[in-house]
C-alpha cells in the first residue's frame, strides 16, 4: 500500500525559509514524477514545482527564484526548499507521486505553512 507523507510546514515570518519533505512508502514501481501543489483558502490547487524521473524541474512563475524542488531516489524522498516566503505563500502544501500516465497520481494528506507579514 503506497503512502505519500509530508513534513516540514509551520509558521513563518515574511522573508523566512522553510524546507518541506515528502516521504513516499510502499513503493515497488518507478516512480515517474514528483510535484508540490498547493491550495490557499479559497482557491484552487495549483502546481508549485515537479521534478521528472531525469531531474528536470519546472516552477509556477510565482515561486522562480525562491523555490527548489529535489528529490531522493534511493529514498523515495522529495523536498522543496522554500526561501523569501511571503504571505501570499500561506497555503497547504501538497506532495504529488506520479506512476506514469497509466495510472491514477498519489497525494499526500498536506501540510500547512503560514507565512506572517
Known amino acids: 500500500q503506497v503512502q505519500v507523507v509530508e513534513s516540514g510546514g509551520g509558521l513563518v515570518q515574511a522573508g523566512g525559509s522553510l524546507r518541506l519533505s515528502c516521504a513516499a512508502s510502499?513503493?515497488?514501481?518507478?516512480?515517474?514524477?514528483l510535484a508540490w501543489y498547493r491550495q490557499a483558502p479559497g482557491k484552487g490547487r495549483e502546481r508549485v514545482a515537479i521534478?521528472?524521473?531525469?531531474?528536470?524541474?519546472d516552477y509556477a512563475d510565482s515561486v522562480k527564484g525562491r523555490f527548489t524542488i529535489s528529490r531522493d531516489n534511493a529514498k523515495n524522498m522529495v523536498y522543496l526548499q522554500m526561501n523569501s516566503l511571503k504571505p501570499e505563500d500561506t497555503a497547504v502544501y501538497y506532495c504529488?507521486?506520479?506512476?506514469?500516465?497509466?495510472?491514477?497520481?498519489?497525494w499526500g494528506q498536506g501540510t500547512q505553512v503560514t507565512v506572517s507579514s
Open positions: 521534478i521528472t524521473s531525469a531531474g528536470s524541474t
Open positions: 510502499g513503493i515497488t514501481f518507478r516512480i515517474d514524477s
Open positions: 504529488y507521486l506520479n506512476r506514469g500516465i497509466a495510472y491514477n497520481p498519489y
